[in-house]
């Protein structure tokens, strides 16, 4: 076992690079750290590692906690990490170029909570993969999905189907297809190939917490402790006895 440290805080998101061999963490203090898998060695003993301060390993470009953090495939030769925190800014970095920031976006807008208190929290961030492997996916609290192109740095598409905060995005390694999940209860499935129409609902009673494919499945984190697994549309879904599929 290894133990990596260094945040001050809650760490919120960790994201991995096979490629670089990084290890990304976001946590509640404001940091987005890199730890390089080479410096690791064998995980097999225990050891606790902390990050020098080189400033490609400490990123400190958001205002407040953050979030979520990803990283991309290979790009044209360059691997992009993706954070999003509390201050619903996107920063982008091309990690391959000595993670020089390309992008600083107010993604979203802000969400009015109860009492009046303006809450701009950009809550979840993930890649595409395959063909889509440039874009980069943000769910926020005002319930929107944005779509950007890192390598131009705009935001190309915005999905507009959930009512309330997104809680989890997950594209399937094929990158065919966008799986997203809500406060309000629902679980989309979307063609990313037929310009992320939404092609599947899958039914659910408790709030959604979390998202990912596995294989030809969607497994789904509940606030209730309970894991649903569904298949895609395509596939039999006559042994999962959880699975209520509503094709749109």
């Known amino acids: 076992m290894v133990t990596l440290t260094g945040h001050a805080g809650k760490v919120r998101s960790v994201a991995f690079s096979k490629p670089l061999g990084l290890v990304a963490s976001a946590g509640e203090d404001g940091m987005v750290l890199l730890h390089s898998l080479p410096e690791l060695g064998p995980v097999d003993v225990a050891r606790t590692i902390t990050p020098t301060e080189d400033a490609e390993r400490t990123l400190t470009d958001h205002d407040g906690m953050v979030t979520g953090v990803a990283m991309s495939d290979d790009v044209d030769g360059s691997v992009y990490l993706a954070s999003v925190g509390s201050d619903?800014?996107?920063n982008l970095y091309n990690v391959t170029r000595s993670c020089k920031r390309v992008l600083c976006e107010k993604a979203h807008q802000g969400f009015v909570c109860r009492g009046g208190v303006r809450r701009r929290i950009v809550s979840?961030?993930?890649f595409g993969h395959g063909a889509c492997a440039k874009l980069a996916l943000t769910g926020s609290w005002d319930s929107t999905i944005k779509v950007w192109d890192v390598t131009v740095g705009e935001c190309v598409k915005e999905l507009r189907f959930h009512?309330?905060?997104?809680t989890g995005l997950c594209v399937s390694k094929d990158g065919k297809f966008l799986v997203s999940t809500a406060a309000d209860k629902s679980v989309l499935l979307y063609d990313i190939e037929k310009d992320f129409l939404p092609v599947a609902r899958y039914a659910a009673?408790?709030?959604?917490n979390c998202v990912c494919f596995v294989?030809?499945?969607v497994a789904v984190g509940y606030l209730s402790g309970v894991i649903r697994i569904w298949p895609l549309p395509s596939e039999d879904p006559s042994h999962f006895k959880e699975a209520t599929i509503t094709s749109l």
């Not at 009512?163 to 997104?166: K, L, N, P």
């Not at 009673?205 to 959604?208: G, K, L, S, T």
Request: hydrophobic share 40%; aromatic share 6%.
């Open 88 to 90: 619903y800014a996107l």
């Open 124 to 126: 979840v961030v993930a």
């Open 163 to 166: 009512s309330e905060r997104i």
């Open 205 to 208: 009673d408790d709030e959604c």
């Open 215 to 217: 294989d030809n499945m």
